[in-house]
């Protein structure tokens, strides 16, 4: 068989994990939460747990790409790839908090308030970090010629901002308040 000699028109390592970025497959993705505790607390770790931990990794390799080669002349982009990791990092750090302490807290009792309004404030900080990162949204939005990565990072961080809004979302106003009121 003849091998083809022209050159792929982006890095292998863009469309790798741009296909991993672009969007993951969660048998939960389109379903609604069950009304059952249990049932919504399986559903927050499938739908948005284990989708983030799915796409952050592959956003920020593409953010560090994107960045590497058009932060030259994109003032909004410099920075950004440390912004996501640190995100990330955050992100990571309340989640195993939820899982290891809170979900089961919430299964076995005795409910500690405390530890309720702890996870809230750091929904707060959360959603003032979406806001930030919808306005990078707004100033990476590629041209329509714009490279293959500088896309998929555009279409992912559009779905992942609007995954942990609606994270932060269930979590404070479907699962939270049958413990704290
Ligand atoms: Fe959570
Ligand atoms: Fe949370």
Redesign the pocket.
Known sequence: MERSTALPSEPLLSNAVASNAAGAASPYEDKAAPDDTSGIIAYIIERYHKVHREELPGLIVLAREVESVHGNHLEALRGFAKFLEDMADSLET??QI?EHVLFPMFANGPVIKLAIEM?RL??DYHNYQVEALEEFIAALRPPEDGCAAWHALYAGLTKFARDLAG??RI?NETLFPRFDA
Do not use: K, L, P
């Open positions: 309340h989640m939820e996870m750091e929904h994270h932060i979590e």
